[in-house]
């Protein structure tokens, strides 16, 4: 049995989804406006966790698994089957999630980035707070995987007062192993514990972790974790190569990173939450003035260390977070060395 994820994988059916049933609503299969449908779908809730219960036993009722993206020869990257393109302003153009979700209601037929696009819009329409979230989907819980990437997307909605994370592509069903997809709803991705998502849900922003204190992932010892920008850049190779750094205050840390795109800008963040708009903001008020070393492909930046309060390292290329390390402070343990004492 494979789980939807954006990565291809195979797993024992017994431990793929505990069976699960849903009160889905079934029919508005022709409807073709996202509007449209969110307003049929909701017309008889009347809490926001009603409105949220309705649109996703919908999409994942009457959307199917693209498995034709798996049918295809060489390597698989499910990252060119999503929408990463910036929103056009211009007003005869629908919202980027409006045309992938009309486009997905139509086919009847998604990868992750179209449940999580379709799935956003209609709670748009229902009057739901909710938010895309993209990043890693572990591919087994008891496994370290060798690709520490973002790979999925999954959403975030805002219910009474408090953020619950959820997964529509998990939850509608699997890929079994005659790659013919299979509708099983599978509950546990509905309104998750953030304590049980984060065992294969790890996110960009580790906000969304929903977490005060979100477990390390094990991948972390192996790989720093990349964004969904990493792959844009056809990086070769980088260092350091593991994601958890040991390091002293004052020390100073080389990044290093080879890529055959003409601009080479980069430089490190050690703010807890590096986001784009974090990122323009530092760049914009003249915080951030990468020195950087060239040498042919490749591009060079030395960061040191001021606080041992810093935990995390944010790798910026060209403006935009590539990977995340995780720092850990040496401890001095000279402050704790008792002198001898002298005896009369």
């Given at each position: 049995?494979?789980?939807?994820?954006?990565?291809?994988?195979?797993?024992?059916?017994?431990?793929?989804?505990?069976?699960?049933?849903?009160?889905?609503?079934?029919?508005?299969?022709?409807?073709?406006?996202?509007?449209?449908?969110?307003?049929?779908?909701?017309?008889?809730?009347?809490?926001?966790?009603?409105?949220?219960?309705?649109?996703?036993?919908?999409?994942?009722?009457?959307?199917?698994y693209?498995?034709?993206?798996?049918?295809?020869?060489?390597p698989?990257?499910?990252?060119?089957?999503?929408?990463?393109?910036?929103?056009?302003?211009?007003?005869?153009?629908?919202?980027?999630?409006?045309?992938?979700a009309?486009?997905?209601?139509?086919r009847?037929t998604a990868?992750?980035?179209?449940?999580?696009?379709?799935?956003?819009?209609?709670?748009?329409?229902?009057?739901?707070?909710?938010?895309?979230?993209?990043?890693?989907?572990?591919t087994s819980?008891?496994?370290?995987?060798?690709?520490?990437?973002?790979?999925?997307?999954?959403?975030?909605?805002?219910?009474?007062?408090?953020?619950?994370?959820l997964?529509?592509?998990w939850?509608?069903?699997?890929?079994?192993?005659?790659?013919?997809?299979?509708?099983?709803?599978?509950?546990?991705?509905?309104?998750?514990?953030?304590?049980?998502?984060?065992?294969?849900?790890?996110?960009?922003?580790?906000?969304?972790?929903l977490?005060?204190?979100?477990?390390?992932?094990?991948?972390?010892?192996?790989?720093?974790?990349?964004?969904?920008?990493?792959?844009?850049?056809?990086?070769?190779?980088?260092?350091?190569?593991?994601?958890?750094?040991?390091?002293?205050?004052?020390?100073?840390?080389?990044?290093?990173?080879?890529?055959?795109?003409?601009?080479?800008?980069?430089?490190?963040?050690?703010?807890?939450?590096?986001?784009?708009?974090?990122?323009?903001?530092?760049?914009?008020?003249?915080?951030?003035?990468?020195?950087?070393?060239?040498?042919?492909n490749?591009?060079?930046?030395?960061?040191k260390?001021t606080?041992?309060?810093i935990?995390w390292?944010?790798?910026?290329?060209?403006?935009?977070?590539?990977?995340?390390?995780?720092?850990?402070?040496?401890?001095?343990?000279?402050?704790?060395?008792?002198?001898?004492?002298?005896?009369?």
């Amino acid at each position: 049995m494979k789980l939807l994820i954006c990565v291809l994988f195979v797993l024992p059916a017994a431990i793929v989804f505990a069976q699960g049933t849903s009160v889905n609503k079934s029919g508005f299969t022709d409807i073709a406006s996202p509007a449209m449908l969110a307003q049929l779908l909701t017309a008889n809730d009347s809490t926001d966790k009603q409105k949220v219960t309705s649109v996703f036993n919908w999409v994942t009722d009457n959307i199917a698994y693209n498995v034709k993206a798996f049918q295809h020869n060489g390597p698989f990257d499910i990252t060119s089957y999503w929408v990463d393109e910036e929103e056009d302003t211009a007003a005869t153009l629908k919202p980027l999630n409006e045309r992938v979700a009309e486009m997905v209601m139509r086919r009847r037929t998604a990868v992750c980035d179209g449940y999580a696009r379709l799935f956003k819009i209609l709670c748009d329409y229902a009057g739901v707070k909710c938010e895309i979230v993209t990043g890693f989907a572990k591919t087994s819980v008891n496994r370290i995987d060798a690709q520490f990437k973002s790979n999925h997307k999954w959403n975030a909605v805002f219910i009474d007062s408090n953020w619950y994370l959820l997964d529509a592509t998990w939850a509608s069903g699997y890929i079994n192993y005659r790659n013919e997809f299979e509708k099983n709803y599978n509950a546990s991705y509905f309104l998750a514990s953030p304590a049980e998502f984060i065992k294969d849900h790890y996110p960009e922003d580790p906000r969304w972790t929903l977490l005060k204190d979100a477990p390390l992932a094990k991948e972390l010892n192996n790989t720093p974790f990349k964004t969904s920008a990493f792959n844009r850049y056809y990086i070769t190779s980088f260092s350091p190569a593991g994601g958890i750094i040991e390091a002293n205050v004052s020390d100073s840390i080389v990044f290093e990173l080879q890529t055959n795109r003409p601009k080479k800008s980069l430089w490190v963040a050690d703010i807890l939450y590096a986001d784009t708009a974090s990122i323009a903001l530092m760049q914009c008020c003249g915080f951030v003035q990468p020195e950087n070393i060239l040498n042919g492909n490749k591009v060079s930046y030395s960061y040191k260390v001021t606080s041992p309060d810093i935990e995390w390292l944010n790798v910026i290329y060209n403006d935009e977070l590539i990977m995340r390390y995780k720092l850990n402070i040496k401890k001095d343990t000279t402050l704790n060395t008792v002198p001898p004492v002298n005896l009369e």
